[in-house]
């Protein structure tokens, strides 16, 4: 029989609708009857798209004897991260405050009033490896609730205490200066590993905020050491198995194996780490006219688009690491390995062992049971463009055919927001309309669904219906940040508008008013044991850093002083954390850029259809000048701010480009264009 979960909108939940667990949803029910039967209450959380949550669950939460004793002893609570990343904040920061580590599943018992007291991650059925087993555990934690409860009251207090009295002071920061830059650009050099290209560790996530302020920092110091880091850091990437050579789009993270060999994919794919390398690699290709950056930035925008794009025009949040191998089993990487036999029954002889070579196929295999990830080794020769292209479009149609990783296809705010702004660039930069039709339909689902009458963001929908749960910092930032970049590629004002309504939301419902601090629930979002507050970035840049970017080019846009404000504010973070982190400052580190350069304003004035209008419009798009916005449309219109008082210059289209209340003569000539926006403003 299902239990209350068979009632959520999440997939993760859902997946969880038929366990024997008698879950509850994280709502003030489950809580109240905590209390009301006098047990703990055991919280899970984790998401869809991972592979030990799925080995947890498989282990303990299917097993009928855990079940029933987790029933008769615990108020059992199931939270997908991605919808409540508040609730799994505050908890992740308990857990990693208490163990020194952390990740999902999460797994945390607490007081019926939300104090938590013991914490842990995966506990697997048999003890193992220095862990103890989940029925172990959940026998501990019961023994200690009716034996010692006031022990564990005072724990759950202190604990509590501990979390509530963590605030964050940026105001004696100031704001981030040449020489906080020039550090973080310093301490990221000590951290490369130059002989690969990566940054140094083990396990290896894409650093793709990191390598967006190496961009930018290049572009406005001229560093030649910047630039070279994160052409190393993105060549690196999508040689390796981290990006899926035949159908592209990247994986969550790459291993390094004990035993040596080429790194190996932890496989699920997010919309985050796509939507933002795409526009990395955009960026990269508009820097440095790189055909690999452009490669990838046009395959991992068609993967989006091909794979994961919902029904409603929006964006899935994530494919699974595992999928059915052919023999029932659900194995991590099944649908992307391939054995020599594979390439060959798929190929041909010639065109099996040219595959191989290629990309790194071995007999003995590369990865587990003599199959391979597919990699771009270092190797010698010249291969045949065509005919590589060829064995990567028969290897992609044959791959259809296997069993498809499971998809979460709940359409998460924010990251759409990331998505939104990487189609609709990468669509301007490469002549794909169809990828700026992509990005507008995704904006209006936004709109149209997510967006109540005052504004307010909901966090997720799915199947065309909104999710119950609030929009937290980073869902109003980043759709913020996906509305102007659509504003800058279409010249249509709506999109600066919408973007204005959410940015006034981050205004009176996100900052402190007095310290400028941010928050990322709003002041009057459900109250948590602790108000969460993180502006390090991640997986994908923090709610802080992602509203100091987007608050900073709608004042750009605009002229308002309060959101130039707010965002300055905001940036004291970076002066304070840069220097000492920049590995988890990238986006804040980035938006510095912006401001130390302006950040530019490009107003372009001519016909709609003059080829000359287009050709300045694209120009400006491709200018490298960090965090430029830009502004077309015709002379005299009202559609966007920065075209005001704009005249055509002697009959003919024109650009104005202005940075801290000073411009340049306008020009007509898309060379002199290119190169106001590479170069320091005259006077």
């Not at 390398?277 to 490669?295: D, K």
């Not at 990487?422 to 669509?427: I, R, S, V, W």
């Amino acid at each position: 029989m299902p239990n209350r979960l068979a009632q959520a909108t999440s997939p993760y939940l859902l997946q969880h609708a038929d366990n024997p667990v008698d879950w509850w949803p994280w709502e003030a029910g489950a809580f109240e009857e905590a209390r009301r039967r006098n047990v703990p209450v055991f919280l899970s959380v984790g998401y869809s798209a991972c592979h030990w949550c799925h080995v947890m669950a498989h282990e303990s939460f299917e097993d009928d004897d855990a079940a029933a004793y987790m029933n008769e002893h615990f108020v059992s609570v199931k939270v997908d991260r991605e919808e409540r990343p508040d609730v799994d904040a505050v908890y992740m920061e308990a857990v990693q405050a208490a163990t020194g580590q952390g990740g999902w599943p999460m797994s945390v018992f607490m007081t019926p009033d939300g104090e938590p007291f013991y914490f842990g991650t995966y506990f697997p059925p048999e003890p193992r490896h220095g862990m103890p087993s989940f029925r172990q555990v959940l026998e501990g934690v019961h023994s200690a609730w009716t034996g010692r409860r006031d022990e564990v009251g005072e724990v759950a207090t202190k604990i509590t205490r501990d979390l509530a009295g963590r605030t964050l002071s940026i105001e004696s920061a100031g704001l981030p200066t040449e020489e906080t830059q020039a550090l973080a650009l310093l301490q990221l050099t000590r951290d490369i590993d130059t002989a690969s290209g990566w940054f140094k560790g083990d396990t290896k996530f894409p650093p793709s905020m990191v390598v967006e302020f190496l961009l930018r920092h290049h572009t406005r110091a001229g560093s030649v050491a910047a630039l070279e880091m994160a052409e190393g850091l993105c060549g690196a990437m999508a040689r390796s198995s981290l990006y899926d050579q035949v159908g592209g789009g990247f994986h969550r993270y790459v291993l390094t194996p004990r035993s040596g060999g080429p790194l190996v994919p932890h496989f699920e794919k997010m919309l985050y780490d796509n939507a933002l390398l795409c526009r990395v690699y955009a960026h990269l290709w508009r820097a440095t006219g790189s055909e690999l950056a452009r490669r990838v930035a046009l395959e991992t925008a068609d993967f989006m688009v091909r794979e994961l794009r919902t029904a409603e025009g929006g964006f899935a949040s994530a494919l699974d690491a595992d999928s059915d191998d052919g023999t029932g089993r659900h194995v991590e990487g099944a649908f992307y390995v391939w054995t020599p036999e594979q390439l060959t029954e798929v190929l041909g002889e010639e065109d099996g062992r040219l595959a191989a070579q290629y990309f790194g196929v071995t007999e003995e295999g590369t990865f587990e049971h003599g199959a391979s990830v597919l990699q771009l080794p270092q190797q010698e020769g010249v291969f045949d463009a065509e005919r590589i292209a060829s064995v990567k479009e028969r290897l992609l149609r044959a791959r259809a055919e296997r069993p498809a990783p499971g998809r979460d296809d709940k359409v998460v705010a924010a990251w759409n927001g990331l998505a939104v702004a990487a189609l609709a660039e990468t669509g301007a930069y490469f002549d794909r309309p169809d990828l700026v039709d992509a990005a507008i339909t995704a904006a209006d689902l936004l709109v149209r669904l997510h967006l109540d009458e005052k504004a307010r963001l909901a966090r997720t929908s799915r199947d065309g219906q909104a999710g119950a749960h609030a929009g937290v910092l980073e869902d109003y930032a980043d759709v913020a940040e996906g509305f102007l970049a659509l504003a800058s590629v279409t010249g249509e004002g709506v999109w600066l508008e919408f973007a204005g309504f959410l940015l006034d939301h981050v205004l009176v419902r996100f900052v402190d008013e007095e310290s400028g601090t941010l928050y990322d629930t709003a002041a009057d979002a459900e109250k948590l044991i602790r108000r969460p507050q993180d502006p390090t970035d991640n997986a994908v840049p923090s709610g802080w850093s992602a509203a100091a970017g987007a608050l900073l080019g709608y004042a750009a846009h605009t002229g308002s002083e309060p959101h130039r404000t707010a965002a300055e504010r905001a940036l004291g973070v970076v002066k304070a954390l840069g220097p000492r982190a920049p590995r988890f400052t990238g986006w804040g580190l980035a938006t510095a850029e912006a401001l130390l350069d302006g950040p530019r304003e490009v107003a372009i004035v001519g016909p709609d259809g003059d080829p000359r209008t287009k050709e300045l419009h694209r120009t400006a798009l491709l200018g490298t000048a960090p965090g430029a916005v830009v502004a077309v449309g015709a002379e005299g219109s009202d559609e966007l701010p920065l075209l005001a008082d704009r005249p055509l210059v002697g009959g003919a289209p024109a650009a104005y480009v202005c940075r801290d209340f000073t411009c340049d003569a306008p020009t007509t000539d898309t060379d002199r264009l290119r190169t106001a926006l590479r170069t320091a403003l005259n006077g």
